[in-house]
């Protein structure tokens, strides 16, 4: 009936005759959607007070009325509200990507251009820390895909890789295809992740140090943004570490995604 959601398990026998098991998740696929609902209302009710609170708060560091004592708390004050305006914002756009349609705005987007715009951010990022960055991409490549979610993806990979690698170390961004598919590591000589951790990473606020990933201003909520982002353009995450060695986070896309203009044919 309407709204029921089945699933089907078919198991061919080598005689030409299929086992058919249909489940009824009705259940499962309505709390789930209950789920979903919950966390985007939430996250958009508290998005108002807190710009109202952030906003006074704002304001009244600018104006200097308060004594010297004040400084420490307000300093504290206004980075956890915007803590919480960055957790807000990471929670709307997990739910945007779990209901909004795949394939809006969906175009061919250059991506060397974007590698560039995206390590210029990473730089900005890393500052005095002065980390070493490459991108190793061929010209004239385009994927079919979201430009803004594309953007978001790779840079919060590349974030991470500043964020958990020691100053001075290199970020890599390195693009190769074969006829299946384009493959895009991030790829860190960081701190590197114990294997165990590996398989949950991606999993909403999963983090291996909360306390550190805090430090870094992170919401834990980065690689769950990154995963939905990929699994919309039909791209796989898959993850490889050493401790002390470094981290390759690998974006794998199906070929069908990719366009190659060579760039002799690129008007001058
Ligand atoms: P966060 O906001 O905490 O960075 P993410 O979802 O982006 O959240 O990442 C989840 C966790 O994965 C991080 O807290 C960190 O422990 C680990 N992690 C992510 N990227 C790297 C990396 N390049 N090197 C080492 N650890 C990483």
């Not at 690689?223 to 401790?243: C, G, N, T, W």
Request: proline share 5%; charged share 25%; glycine share 8%.
């Amino acid at each position: 009936h309407e709204g029921q959601h089945l699933q089907f398990f078919i198991h061919p026998f080598g005689d030409g005759d299929r086992l058919i098991i249909a489940r009824d998740v009705t259940r499962v696929a309505n709390l789930e959607r209950m789920r979903q609902d919950f966390v985007a209302n939430v996250s958009h009710e508290l998005r108002t007070p807190l710009t109202v609170l952030s906003g006074y708060l704002e304001t009244l560091a600018d104006t200097g009325v308060l004594p010297e004592r004040w400084d420490k708390p307000m300093g504290q004050m206004l980075e956890q509200t915007s803590r919480m305006n960055r957790l807000i914002n990471d929670l709307l756009t997990l739910s945007r990507l779990e209901t909004d349609d795949r394939d809006f705005g969906q175009r061919p987007v250059p991506l060397l251009p974007l590698l560039e715009q995206i390590v210029a951010e990473g730089r900005a990022l890393s500052g005095e820390r002065g980390h070493e960055f490459l991108i190793n991409c061929g010209e004239g490549i385009e994927i079919m895909g979201q430009e803004d979610e594309l953007r978001s993806a790779i840079a919060n990979l590349v974030y991470n890789a500043v964020n958990y690698t020691p100053d001075g170390k290199k970020v890599s961004i390195l693009v190769n295809s074969d006829p299946h598919e384009l493959v895009l590591k991030v790829k860190d000589n960081g701190e590197g992740i114990e294997s165990r951790h590996i398989p949950r990473l991606t999993e909403r606020f999963y983090r291996v140090d909360a306390g550190r990933s805090r430090e870094t201003g992170g919401t834990g909520l980065g690689l769950a943004i990154v995963k939905h982002i990929l699994l919309r353009h039909d791209a796989d995450l898959k993850i490889r570490s050493k401790v002390g060695k470094g981290s390759t986070f690998s974006c794998h896309f199906p070929i069908k995604r990719v366009i190659q203009s060579s760039p002799e044919q690129q008007p001058s």
